[in-house]
């Protein structure tokens, strides 16, 4: 691989807290070893419209408490095609960029794995996703924040389901990962917590929901993973309920976008700063393809292609603890 002197980040996917913090690191590393930081609007479309920008450490200044991400994201479809990414390339060579930082999920590491096969690009994964799905990594950026903003949200709607002794089916998002649901549905004090990874079964569901009845409860919370597979959604659970326990009052809260926003925990823009100072140095030594993470509070690094293919393992000690605790 030939010497780095010019590095692009951009961002993909969905948005999560603590993007923004990541391309400031990004910047301010490249500045830091006096390399040329490129930066790209809207991921992999922006690759291939040359939508490209200049960056300093004067770029990025107040952007770590910041949401979203200052660089846009967008889905491209062009991209999937082998002459969307030959443009891509081309385009990141006419602007004589050695390197390419990716923020985002599995479906941005997939897409960068497939351009790095057709061209052999350098290129470093950051992952940047509110669901924790990513294997390698024992957090990604924008986890810590959503499960804040979940657990704040959830304590109003206790509130709520106090005062009028009502049931509240709670949906979280997490696709088809259930960290978010699992966590904030302990840190929040659930009752029940669905999550795709097990399979409650209706049943069980009802009698925990009696039980709860028999032990004084006036009111409950579930929590339910959008990827949760135990009804079609969220309110054909609430009908089944509904239907074979009518002294519960069932309500449903979607929380939906909401868990993206926001401003960044502290732990989500210290994680950022950490992986972002570690993808650029990977570069500069020669590396490529790899996926930096944390794992037991160190920075490391795996293959991109371990990081799509592997399985994140839900904690199960973490189910007995909820099991327990709602008793």
Do not use: W
């Not at 006096?34 to 991921?43: E, L």
């Not at 897409?111 to 096969?117: A, E, V």
């Not at 390698?136 to 924008?142: A, Q």
Request: with cysteine; net charge neutral.
């Amino acid at each position: 691989m030939k010497k780095i002197k010019r590095i692009a980040v951009l961002t993909s996917g969905g948005d999560a807290p603590g993007m923004n913090a990541a391309i400031r690191s990004v910047v301010r590393t490249c500045a830091h070893y006096r390399i040329d930081c490129i930066g790209v609007f809207r991921g992999y479309q922006g690759l291939i419209e040359g939508d490209f920008v200049p960056m300093s450490a004067r770029s990025v200044s107040s952007i770590i408490n910041k949401g979203g991400t200052m660089l846009k994201s967008a889905r491209s479809d062009e991209f999937r095609t082998k002459a969307g990414r030959k443009k891509a390339f081309e385009n990141l060579k006419e602007a004589e960029i050695d390197g390419l930082i990716l923020i985002g999920g599995d479906g941005s590491f997939t897409g960068g794995l497939k351009f790095n096969s057709e061209f052999n690009f350098p290129l470093i994964g950051i992952p940047g996703t509110i669901d924790n799905d990513i294997f390698g990594t024992d957090y990604t950026i924008g986890y810590d924040t959503a499960l804040n903003t979940v657990v704040e949200v959830i304590d109003k709607i206790r509130d709520t389901a106090s005062s009028h002794n009502r049931l509240f089916f709670v949906e979280v998002m997490g696709r088809d990962a259930g960290f978010i649901a699992l966590n904030a549905g302990v840190g929040a004090g659930a009752e029940e917590i669905l999550i795709p990874e097990e399979n409650l079964g209706l049943e069980r569901l009802l009698e925990s929901l009696k039980r709860s009845k028999r032990a004084g409860k006036s009111s409950s919370i579930v929590v339910v993973a959008e990827g949760d597979k135990l009804g079609k959604n969220v309110f054909e659970l609430r009908d089944y309920v509904e239907e074979h326990l009518p002294e519960y009052e069932v309500r449903v809260s979607v929380l939906g976008h909401m868990q993206r926003g926001g401003t960044p925990s502290c732990f989500d823009r210290v994680l950022a700063s950490r992986l972002g100072v570690k993808a650029v140095e990977l570069l500069l030594d020669g590396h490529s393809t790899l996926m930096v993470g944390i794992v037991n509070t160190k920075i490391e690094s795996c293959p991109i292609k371990d990081a799509i293919s592997g399985h994140h393992i839900i904690n199960k000690e973490l189910i007995r603890v909820s099991d327990i605790m709602s008793v």
